[in-house]
């Protein structure tokens, strides 16, 4: 089965500062992977995602993401982070569900605290 | 948004008791899903569906059952409910036709097992 670890469970930082979260998964496969955010007391929204191509994966809001296969890592990063980038990030791997669906394996979350 | 409602949006219950949880969608997405939500374990797969009356179990499907006689609503049920079902529960929904699609994920439904 597949896992995916998310290392930093909490994060502060100040606006301005740059942001790195760290995603790491299991599968040695092909993967695609996935960046959802979920900001306070609301439903999780597509970040970005990877399929293929590029490594480097531009979303929205200025987040962009690297798919290094190597490491198995699929790191989420923002130059400058914004007091309403206030959230909790999750970072997710997409494995073929019965009937042609996808089904995704979330990690545990990394929530995101911008001080001002 | 995939226009994804969820009922009811917070619900208290008592142990032992069933509850149905309602997922609603107006996208005609084929798939549909039920997660819930714990601090520390993040979204785990409950079930899903990849089609009306197709449903599949996901890792944490022990005491839960779905149903889907329609594309457009997906029914989650607790058959006795247990303090340890007290979670977030969302719902999410993915079109067919590219694997490169995404899911889309509804409000939630925060219940409480006392």
């Known amino acids: 089965a597949q896992s995916v670890s998310q290392h930093n469970h909490h994060v502060i930082l100040s606006e301005a500062a740059s942001l790195e979260l760290g995603c790491n998964y299991s599968y040695g496969g092909t993967v695609n992977l996935f960046w959802y955010v979920q900001y306070p007391g609301q439903h999780l929204q597509l970040l970005l995602k990877?399929?293929?191509?590029?490594?480097l994966v531009k979303g929205i809001k200025g987040f962009e993401a690297e798919f290094i296969k190597s490491k198995f890592s699929f790191n989420l990063r923002k130059p400058s982070v914004q007091w309403s980038d206030t959230a909790e990030y999750f970072c997710a791997v997409k494995s073929k569900g019965t009937g042609g669906g996808n089904k995704l394996t979330f990690g545990t979350g990394t929530q995101l605290k911008v001080e001002l | 948004d995939a226009g994804i409602t969820q009922s009811p949006r917070h619900k208290v219950t008592e142990t032992g008791t069933p509850v149905t949880l309602r997922c609603h969608q107006t996208e005609n997405h084929r798939y549909m899903y039920w997660y819930r939500q714990d601090p520390g374990h993040g979204l785990r797969l409950i079930h899903y569906?990849?089609?009306?009356?197709?449903?599949d179990k996901g890792e944490v499907s022990d005491g839960y059952s779905v149903s889907r006689s329609k594309t457009e609503d997906f029914l989650l049920t607790l058959e006795s409910a247990t303090s340890s079902q007290t979670s977030v529960y969302f719902c999410a929904t993915m079109a067919s036709g590219s694997s490169y699609n995404e899911q889309f994920f509804g409000p939630g439904t925060r219940l409480t097992v006392l």
């Open positions: 990877y399929f293929s191509g590029d490594p």
């Open positions: 569906s990849y089609g009306v009356k197709d449903t």
